[in-house]
């Protein structure tokens, strides 16, 4: 691979020295192995819609393909359980599992392109968490190689069959540092029979946040809420500058009943494509700079940024217009005194070198040291990319 096609895997303006396509699950080994011993340093590829997020590589020397590692390798339509290749796309597992009338909870930017390896690994986040919560809690088990080069499994394939340590919850949100994901078994749902999307648009975002915290409150099983601010509510087709959207799915009967009880306590009654949802999943993806900011959803605050998706409930906001350090600054600081965490997702080299990706660490650094001594004693595996 020549130098300009290598430059497709730059990260952070940093372009590896090799590449490497993996097909198979041993190939991952043998190239960890190989980097390991020649104490190399490689970043984990998928779909890249996520490989922006995290501090610049100490290291960078080899680019690990896992794009080529794809396909179901056992469904049980019956167990509502499934277990795919890290490479697949979760269009292809969507289209795969469609046919029994089934999906994996999980709404993530770009699914032509982002992977299940890689969704899991950097605990990729969207409309469904409202009410499918995390994507750990959709991994049930998974075959990963250490730093080492070691094949390990965690979990099962079935869904009661975890003893001791679930590692396949720890490996989710490490960003390809401890271990390199091949292979997941994946909990599913039925799909709904009927879905609708509802919006309310408003020329005031306080009062479009209250709506949607109004309706938390109201505890009536919505499947998604959001406010779209800015730039994102244009792009739903918003003539205003603030949208609440809401979607009800389950059966025809349940949802025709919520859909009335709505209408009787909230302005949320115009139906709208459901596609709008995939619209607010990409734009933090798509955005130049993109912040994420979390706090506990007992404790409310002030995220009025200009361009930004919430996801109300979950207490999520993705910060999409231009913020200078400061700003910044005052937001994370925010977020941190209630508990919560702002990430610098995506933003210029220099801003994000300025403020740091990640804020005052969750996890104490003799613990992080610990782990990754353990997963990865040679530091092959995106040195420097998660403290």
Known sequence: MGLNELGAFAVDGRVPAEHVDARREEDVVEAIRDANARRVALVLWGGGTRIGIGDAPARYDVALDLRGLRGVVDHQPGDLTVTVRAGTTLAELSAALAAHRQWWPVEAAHPERATVGGTIASAADG??????LHVRDHVIGVHAVLGDGTLTRAGGRVVKNVTGYDLSRLYSGTFGTLCAIVEATLKLTPLPERSETLIAESGDRA??????????????????????????????????????????????????RLRRELASRAPVTREVDATVWQVLADAPADADVSLRATWPPALAMDVDAGDAVLYVGLETAHLLAPLDARRIAELRAGAERREGALVVERAPSELRRSVGTWGTPRVPAAVAQRLRDAFDPNGVLAPGRVP
Do not use: I, K
């Not at 409309?127 to 499918?132: E, K, L, M, T, V």
């Not at 499947?223 to 959207?245: K, T």
């Open 127 to 132: 409309p469904s968490r409202y009410r499918y």
């Open 207 to 256: 009062s479009a946040v209250r709506l949607a915290r109004d309706l938390v409150r109201l505890r009536l099983p919505l499947d998604a809420l959001a406010v779209a601010s800015g730039s994102p509510a244009r792009a739903l087709g918003s003539s205003a500058a603030h949208a609440v959207l809401v979607r009800l799915a389950g059966n025809a009967a349940a949802v025709e």
